[in-house]
T-cell receptor, first 114, second 113 residues
Framework: DAGVTQSPTHLIKTRGQHVTLRCSPI?????VSWYQQVLGQGPQFIFQ???????GRGNFPDRFSARQFPNYSSELNVNALLLGDSALYLC?????????????FGPGTRLTVT | QQQVKQSPQSLIVQKGGISIINCAYE??????FPWYQQFPGKGPALLIA?????SEKKEGRFTISFNKSAKQFSLHIMDSQPGDSATYFC????????????FGQGTTLQVKP
């Protein structure tokens, strides 16, 4: 079975632009979480979605939004990009939301904001 | 505040040696403690995990030791190999309906041949 897939692999945007990142979870998994990993640091939680509903949100501004589709894939949207948004954006898939099920990460999307 | 502190920041071990990475947490509202291995340009890969009602878990060359009273846990890599050279992250899952993981700052391991 395929693991978590993310697209695109790399992305270069200009300050003020908008970006959409996509994630497909492992087949059968119903929960998707998004994390931001700045170079040299551990991943920081952004969102979790389970059965198309937002279950949790980290300490990120409203410029960050996400949604989950009926096929459990997900999109992360970031508006009005800032230089500080440059990071590796990771999607994690799990069987269920909440305190059960391991989280498996995709390869990430490397976003560079210039 | 929920935090996970990881040490050392970097570690150099000779091939065949034991690599030890330590983590400590400051909040008791965690129910699961995974370790992830990350190679450059890749996403974190789940290595091994433990629940707080268990003091030790071993999978192959990897062992987690967990001390609930001290709020500390550690990863031991036995017979370290050059292929183990990577960044290792400990994490703690918040007890909630979000499954939110709090990560340590990471340890860069270099295993010299």
């Amino acid at each position: 079975d395929a693991g978590v897939t993310q697209s695109p692999t790399h992305l270069i945007k200009t300050r003020g632009q908008h970006v959409t990142l996509r994630c497909s979870p492992i087949s059968g998994h119903k929960s998707v979480s998004w994390y931001q990993q700045v170079l040299g640091q551990g991943p920081q939680f952004i969102f979790q979605y389970y059965e198309k509903e937002e279950r949790g949100r980290g300490n990120f501004p409203d410029r960050f939004s996400a949604r989950q589709f009926p096929n459990y894939s997900s999109e992360l949207n970031v508006n009005a990009l800032l230089l500080g948004d440059s990071a590796l954006y990771l999607c994690a898939s799990s069987w269920t939301g909440g305190s059960s099920g391991e989280q498996y990460f995709g390869p990430g999307t490397r976003l560079t904001v210039t | 505040q929920q935090q996970v502190k990881q040490s050392p920041q970097s570690l150099i071990v000779q091939k065949g040696g034991i690599s030890i990475i330590n983590c400590a947490y400051e909040n008791t509202a965690f129910d699961y403690f995974p370790w992830y291995q990350q190679f450059p340009g890749k996403g974190p890969a789940l290595l091994i995990a433990i629940r707080p009602d268990v003091s030790e878990k071993k999978e192959g060359r990897f062992t987690i030791s967990f001390n609930k009273s001290a709020k500390q846990f550690s990863l031991h890599i036995m017979d370290s190999q050059p292929g183990d050279s990577a960044t290792y992250f400990c994490a703690a899952r918040v007890t909630s309906n979000t499954g939110k993981l709090i990560f340590g700052q990471g340890t860069t391991l270099q295993v010299k041949p």
